[in-house]
């Protein structure tokens, strides 16, 4: 997984980066391809910290924002929400190749 991380009125620091790269890192277990571009965005609103992660997909498009007082919690938290949304789409997808696996060879049991 490749990673274009951005800040707007912050200034991302190597350590910033490194962090969001390990926890991002989690999720490339979910991907077959080495392609996939994942957009970060780090953002300060007063106090609080923001970070939007969009990964597109070939299926789907993955996306979370986050919002916390400490930046290194709101990455945590996005990570988390990500897997998720893999998890269930993953598994969304899955059970249409089923289903359509099933009636594609057993169509006299649906009808």
């Known amino acids: 997984m490749k990673y274009n ?7 991302v620091t190597d350590a910033i980066n490194n962090y969001v790269e390990s926890k ?3 999720l490339n277990k979910y991907f077959k391809e080495d ?3 994942a957009n970060v965005l780090l953002r300060v609103r007063g ?6 992660v969009t990964i597109p997909t070939d299926k789907f498009i993955l996306r979370s924002e986050e919002e916390d007082k400490d930046l290194y919690a709101a990455i945590d938290l ?11 789409n993953k598994t969304r ?6 289903i359509i ?5 057993y169509p ?3 009808y």
């Open 24 to 26: 991002l890192d989690r």
């Open 5 to 11: 991380i951005r800040g707007d009125k912050l200034e």
């Open 108 to 110: 006299q049991i649906y």
């Open 78 to 88: 996005v990570t988390d929400k990500l897997e998720r949304q893999i998890r269930k």
């Open 93 to 98: 997808i899955n059970e249409k190749i089923f």
């Open 101 to 105: 696996f099933f009636l594609h060879f």
């Open 35 to 37: 392609d996939i571009l």
């Open 47 to 52: 106090n609080s910290q923001i970070i939007e």
